[in-house]
């Protein structure tokens, strides 16, 4: 083993290499991921002590009252035992793991990628990232098209850092910001924002937070309060699928008199 390739594998140079190839770009949260990571031996022989997978998303944080944002983990897969890589050699690892019913969705830049990392005693870790599209669960996605036939608009998907009264299994929520643009709820409200938190394929945790509109004298002390903004929280099944639109609705007209 050449001295001077040692010292360039230790800077990265020459090294061995990284790559996952997945099978599918967009996935439904909940379902397998499948593909393969590929590693590619460099110009000297290197002990493998590991090779990991991280899920990754951003949301925000309030600090000093700026809005920053923190890169959350989703989840960890780890994939091996360590082994040694030949100069040259190529290798192929098999991966499947399910994505995590509560990732969330790749909507208006909320971006989730995969970063494949692999430890290499006295190297520089080399690295592969992966952007995926993660599709909604069926239940959300049922309830976004139900918002949609009611009139109102989806303005805003981000992720947000959660309260520790909702805070679930992640640090953040994705939260939904409707408007109404037509329809009978149109000027009724201010906005809609609507939570997820799918419990399993069978069902899913909806939390709805309704801001309704100023009127009067009366509406902007309420408003000026922020008193005009009420929370509600419902669980579905996929049994009670039919049923959706009318619970959506009695929300609504709840909080439109």
Known sequence: ????????????????????????????????????????????????????????????????????????????????????????????IPVQFQLPIDTPISMSGSKVWIKTGMDIKGSIDPSDQDIINVLPHHLVKETLQIFNQLGFKLRKVKNEEASFKIRKRLPFIQEFEFVPTSGPYFRKFDEVEVIFFPIDDERIEIIIEVDRRARGFAGFLSEALDLDETITKITVSKSELATLKNKIETILEKNSI
């Open 1 to 92: 083993m050449s001295l001077f390739n040692k010292m360039l594998a230790s800077i990265g140079i020459g090294s061995a290499k990284v790559d996952t190839k997945l099978t599918h770009a967009s996935i439904k949260a909940g379902e397998l991921v499948d593909g393969v990571v590929e590693i590619k031996g460099g110009n000297i022989e290197q002990k493998i002590d590991e090779i990991y997978l991280t899920l990754n998303t951003y949301y925000e944080k309030e600090v000093d009252d700026k809005k920053v944002q923190k890169k959350a983990v989703i989840s960890t897969i780890k994939l091996n035992e360590p082994f040694v890589i030949m100069p040259e050699e190529s290798k192929s």
